[in-house]
């Protein structure tokens, strides 16, 4: 994508922000500073767009979509007078439709913006920071501050013998040219119970493999519903193992790991490995320039979005925390505008909402039981304990887990401020009237909703349904631990 602005006229005016990363962060940051009329280098590696649109959120709700079809004509025999069939049968010509729905959003949400601000200057190519600007491609530009967007990437597990196995992840996966008769799924988080159960219902052969179980940042019982679904629709489930080694031979993958003491193998054709993200700060000058990470590689910012150098923040995937897409482009947003305007606004992750888009879906608002004990909401029954809940509505949660909204989803087309997963501009909202606001609609400090949503329309007269008592809607109160059936 050629600069809308030559590298010679930023060069000689420079600018007033460059943003390193051209994702949904990197766009809401550009937009953002653009309409605050700066002057803005918006700098992208790789594919404009990054994550979601490209590799992320878009084609693997695509696929998930197009396996509930499938799943949902198998199972129209649960009604009497009904029987379905669906099968896969050119699985190619799937990728294909999910590719040119990719280019379609990429197109739309991201590259038709650009020539919409004129302020923004989209370059191409690596960049790194360099004294007090950046080098891009070799060229140095000057910018009076930097916000860093640079995103994740596919993690690698730490188990013997990953090196020599042809793993898949989870943009791999989305991009095979055929269908594997057999699939060890390597980690349970999100993204590889999205995608196990798409395999699943693909016709694939699956095998669900976790340390810590399904799901594990969210609610137990939540988590345990969802492996019940799993292991109902065919999915082998293995969890609370140690990994030994894995080895590849000319059949497939074998896993080998351990239970109470005994060693397992689990063997498949293929393997996918959806262990976590890797932050993409190497090679960005971070050291050099006094950046502080955390022992993951994640950039460390406060609650400002500002790294340990004056004048430089970092939003999104990068920062290791809230992964989703409408966070990254909230924090990015945040970012952009106390960089321009003096560090004012708060970055407030206390109410997230987030979602698993498995089937039943697993939405959640807020903090689990566990993370609101591990915050010290275990007994705001004490008067005192719920000032101290309000006290600190605005403090942010890293460790709040969970799953994102699609991003692209929507009733109405929003205004072009909004584009690129921005999100609504609520950063004005006082703590009182947040409060308020969070108080009318039931979403309280300190609690957490979930719902198995999706599950609770099936339990209804669907008797047939196994497991059906593990699904259920549940309000969690970190208040005194009990659980009420809503
Ligand atoms: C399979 C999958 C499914 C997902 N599903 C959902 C979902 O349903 N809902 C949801 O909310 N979230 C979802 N996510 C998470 C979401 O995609 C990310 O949180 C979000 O895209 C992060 O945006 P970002 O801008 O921080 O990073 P990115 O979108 O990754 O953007 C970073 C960009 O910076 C570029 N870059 C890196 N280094 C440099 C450099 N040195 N110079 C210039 N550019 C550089 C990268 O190439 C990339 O283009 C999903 C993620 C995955 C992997």
């Known amino acids: 994508m050629a600069a809308h602005r030559t590298m010679d006229a930023g060069r000689e005016r420079g600018y007033d922000i460059a943003v390193i990363g051209a994702g949904s962060a990197g766009f809401s940051a550009a937009i953002t500073a653009a309409e605050h009329g700066a002057r803005v280098a918006l700098i992208g590696h790789g594919t404009i767009g990054g994550t979601c649109v490209n590799v992320g959120c878009v084609p693997s709700k695509t696929m998930i979509r197009a396996a509930g079809a499938l799943h949902g004509a198998r199972a129209a025999s649960r009604f009497p007078g009904l029987a379905g069939q669906a099968q896969v049968t050119a699985w190619r010509e799937l990728v294909a439709a999910k590719d ?40 140095a530009l000057h910018a009076d501050r930097i916000i860093i967007t640079t995103g994740a990437r596919a993690a690698r597990p730490d188990i013997v013998g990953i090196e020599s196995v042809a793993a898949l992840d989870s943009t791999s996966a989305l991009e ?28 694939v052969q699956v095998t669900l493999v976790s340390r ?42 074998t896993l080998a790991v351990e239970r109470d003491g005994h060693e397992e193998r689990l063997v498949a054709e293929r393997v996918l490995v959806a262990t976590g993200r890797t932050p993409n700060t190497e090679d960005l000058g971070l050291d050099e320039a006094g950046i502080a990470r955390d022992p993951s590689g994640a950039i460390e910012v406060d609650d400002r979005m500002r790294t340990t150098r004056p004048g430089v923040y970092a939003a999104g995937d990068v920062t290791g925390r809230d992964q989703f897409v409408y966070m990254a482009a909230h924090g990015a947003k945040l970012a952009a505008r106390n960089a321009l305007n003096g560090d004012r606004l708060v970055y407030d992750n206390a109410a997230m909402p987030a979602v698993v888009f498995t089937d039943p879906q697993v939405a959640s608002v807020g903090l689990t039981q566990a993370q609101a004990g591990r915050a010290r909401y ?47 501009d609520d950063l004005s909202v006082s703590d009182h009237r947040r409060r308020a606001e969070a108080r009318r609609s039931g979403i309280r400090q300190g609690h957490r909703e979930l719902v198995v949503l999706r599950g609770l329309s099936r339990l209804r007269g669907l008797s047939r349904l196994p497991g059906r008592e593990r699904c259920a809607r549940y309000r969690l109160t970190a208040h005194d631990g009990r659980r009420q059936r809503v």
Do not use: W
Not at 103 to 108: D, G, T, V
Not at 179 to 186: D, K, N, Q, R, T
Not at 187 to 201: D, H, P, S, T, V
Not at 213 to 223: D, F, N, R, S, T
């Open 176 to 203: 095979l040219t055929g269908l594997p008769g057999s699939l060890l799924v390597i980690g349970a988080g999100y993204i590889g119970c999205e995608l196990a159960q798409m395999f699943a219902r693909m016709g």
């Open 212 to 253: 810590r179980g399904v799901l594990p940042e969210a609610e137990p019982e939540i988590a345990a519903a969802l492996s019940g679904y799993f292991t109902d629709e065919g999915i082998r489930v293995v969890c609370g193992i140690a990994y030994r080694r894995i080895e590849q031979d000319g059949s497939g993958v």
């Open 378 to 424: 275990a007994r705001p029954d004490q008067a005192h304990r719920r000032r101290a809940l309000a006290a600190t509505a605005r403090r942010a949660h890293p460790g709040a887990g969970g799953r994102g909204q699609h991003p692209e989803r929507g009733a109405r087309d929003p205004p072009r401020h909004e584009r690129a997963g921005s999100g609504r």
């Open 100 to 139: 040119a729905l990719v280019a379609s959003l990429r197109q739309k949400k991201y590259v038709d913006l650009l020539p919409g601000y004129d302020g923004i200057t989209y370059l191409q190519g690596r960049a790194r920071l360099d004294g007090p600007g950046v080098l891009v491609n070799g060229d």
